[in-house]
């Protein structure tokens, strides 16, 4: 009974509480609320936080979490992969996407690969964040490529076409050229075998401004081609006989290559035999011996030889060749001098171009043979020592001389060819070895010629009388214009002294004019011999007559006079009325004085007075 009244007791003290107004602190307590109340939650809505919680929240985020705000290139991992993108997760609030298109160079990426990645769009229409691997690939490359310039790092490359000059490869992603210069010590001639193929090169040069590259395969092993050269250098001897590889074939010469040095083999030291280019002797990449004739101080510059290593053919020829032996021959060599015959492999001798003909008059050999041409000569000289042979093809045939004067005995007519003119006549040919010469002064009777040249061409046919012969100084003197009648003989008596003959003015020239009085007869008119009776002078194309006044035959001179005629008219007329004069006074018996008058009338009229 007792615990009940004390149940109810305590009930009853809780009701009057629960009915009682409830009082809050700062209605309590107000000074201790206002001292003690939060402003900054009131103010931002939400508790504060601790500032060493807050440095631990922020280095949680910097740790886990990626700025998207930065342009930096930051590691992804692949979480996933479609027909199309690849799903990257780079610590951000979502996962980016990349297209497989920037991974064609990689075909066998995989989930869970670490990728190189650059925020591209930050949030896409579907609020995806979207990556590029091909941009952070070149930023990176870029930078790889400028470490690798600075440092000298080998890097390697993919060879992806051939380009003018050179090639184009893939560094890091980005495309170098690679001089064609560049990828060897030794020439490239086929630039097609390195496509495709993944070499070690060095970054020789950086254009920053056209982002530029050029890389070199040729730097890699210059070094340790330089040790051999320095090592092959110092054991050089003349002499020497090593092993090369024909490097480069030009037309005076083949380079060797000895392994890192480079030797020349002079196309006159290829072969004992005359060639004409070196590739009739070797080729690219042949491996052949040769012997070292000589280098400078230096070393850089080294002679090789390639004939001497094989006996010289002049020391095969053997004993029982002579003078005046004959040889057959191939032409090898022309010059206007003569032609050069291999009689045998190494062995030449040499056909002078007067040895090729009995003609006096010379040509050039390649008149009489060509190259390649077979032909028979007979030795003329021959020096085993100096190693030197003369031939003459001439001597094999008759020596045209020998019966010169039965054959052309002076004053007997031939024909011949025009071979060749001099300012004193024409050389003419009567047969092969048998030249002779007509002076200008007999190639026509008639015409003034100042140069043969305008009488005749090269190769006409004339018709010659010889006029001397020298046997001993294998001389023809010949002539043409005896070949027909000296007109001039037939012209003496037409034109003799005080013959006329009518002809108009041709040219007036100084000093008088000329006048044709046929296609031979040109005469010459004194300015004074033009006088008319009238006074006035003959003009160009007038016609009139003339009278011969100088005839010379040897010198083919005719002189003529217009002013002749008449006045010798008047002196025979003064000589008629001087006789009827005469007999006029004989019969009237006139004074003297009238008689003299008559005649000095006369006399002037015949004067022009």
Not at 288 to 316: T, Y
Not at 365 to 393: C, H, N, P, W, Y
Not at 518 to 526: G, S
């Amino acid at each position: 009974m007792a615990e009940k009244a004390k149940q109810a007791e305590v009930e009853a003290t809780e009701a009057k509480q629960a009915e009682a107004p409830v009082v809050s602190e700062a209605q309590a307590n107000p000074e201790k609320f206002l001292k003690e109340f939060n402003w900054h939650n009131y103010q931002e809505g939400i508790d504060e936080v601790e500032d060493s919680q807050l440095k631990e929240f922020e280095k949680l985020v910097a740790d886990n979490f990626v700025d998207t705000l930065d342009d930096e290139v930051v590691e992804g991992e692949v979480i996933h992969i479609t027909d199309r993108d690849a799903i990257i997760d780079i610590n951000a609030k979502s996962e980016g996407v990349i297209s497989l298109n920037e991974f064609r160079y990689n075909p066998n990426l995989k989930v869970g690969d670490k990728v190189e990645v650059l925020i591209d769009v930050r949030e896409d229409a579907t609020g995806q964040l979207v990556l590029s691997h091909r941009k952070a690939r070149v930023i990176k490359a870029w930078d790889r490529v400028n470490a690798a310039h600075d440092s000298g790092e080998i890097v390697n490359g993919f060879v992806k076409c051939r380009t003018k000059g050179g090639m184009i490869v893939d560094v890091f992603g980005i495309e170098a050229f690679l001089p064609g210069s560049q990828i060897d010590v030794k020439p490239i001639r086929d630039y097609d075998q390195y496509v495709n193929k993944t070499m070690e090169f060095k970054v020789v040069k950086i254009n920053h401004e056209f982002k530029n590259v050029v890389v070199s395969h040729k730097a890699l092993i210059e070094a340790d081609i330089e040790e051999q050269k320095k090592e092959i250098i110092g054991q050089l001897e003349k002499g020497q006989v090593l092993e090369g590889v024909v490097k480069n074939i030009t037309s005076y010469g083949v380079f060797i290559d000895l392994g890192g040095v480079d030797g020349l083999i002079h196309i006159t030291d290829l072969s004992w035999s005359r060639i004409n280019h070196p590739n009739e002797i070797v080729e690219l990449d042949q491996k052949l011996n040769v012997v070292i004739l000589d280098f400078d101080e230096n070393k850089s510059r080294i002679q090789l030889g390639l004939k001497q290593l094989s006996k010289h053919p002049w020391d095969a020829l053997g004993e029982d060749v002579k003078v005046g032996d004959k040889v057959k021959g191939k032409v090898v060599v022309i010059a206007d001098y003569g032609a050069f015959i291999e009689v045998a492999d190494g062995v030449e001798g040499l056909i002078h171009v007067s040895e090729m003909s009995w003609s006096t008059h010379l040509r050039s050999a390649q008149d009489f043979v060509s190259v390649g041409d077979e032909v028979e000569a007979q030795i003329l000289t021959l020096d085993r020592e100096e190693r030197k042979m003369s031939l003459g093809i001439k001597q094999l045939t008759p020596d045209p001389w020998t019966d010169i004067t039965t054959k052309y005995p002076v004053g007997s007519n031939h024909t011949g060819t025009v071979r060749n003119f001099t300012n004193f006549g024409v050389f003419v040919e009567l047969e092969e070895g048998i030249d002779g010469l007509i002076y200008i002064s007999d190639l026509s009777w008639t015409k003034k010629i100042k140069h043969p040249s305008e009488f005749c061409s090269v190769g006409d046919k004339l018709d010659v009388v010889v006029l001397e012969l020298d046997v001993e100084g294998r001389k023809l003197s010949l002539g043409h214009k005896q070949t027909t009648e000296n007109p001039w003989d037939k012209y003496e008596a037409e034109f003799a002294i005080d013959t006329v003959h009518k002809a108009e003015i041709s040219e007036i020239v100084d000093k008088g004019a000329t006048i044709e009085f046929n296609e031979d007869i040109v005469a010459f008119v004194p300015a004074r011999h033009l006088e008319k009776e009238d006074g006035k002078k003959l003009k160009k194309g007038e016609e009139a007559e003339f009278k011969i006044i100088e005839f010379n035959k040897e010198f083919k001179r005719v002189v003529a006079s217009h002013t002749a005629i008449f006045r010798e008219e008047e002196a025979a007329n003064v000589k008629a009325a001087a006789k009827k004069a005469q007999a006029a006074a004989a019969e009237a018996k006139p004074t003297l004085g009238d008689a003299n008058d008559a005649l000095q009338a006369l006399k002037d009229k015949m004067d022009g007075k």
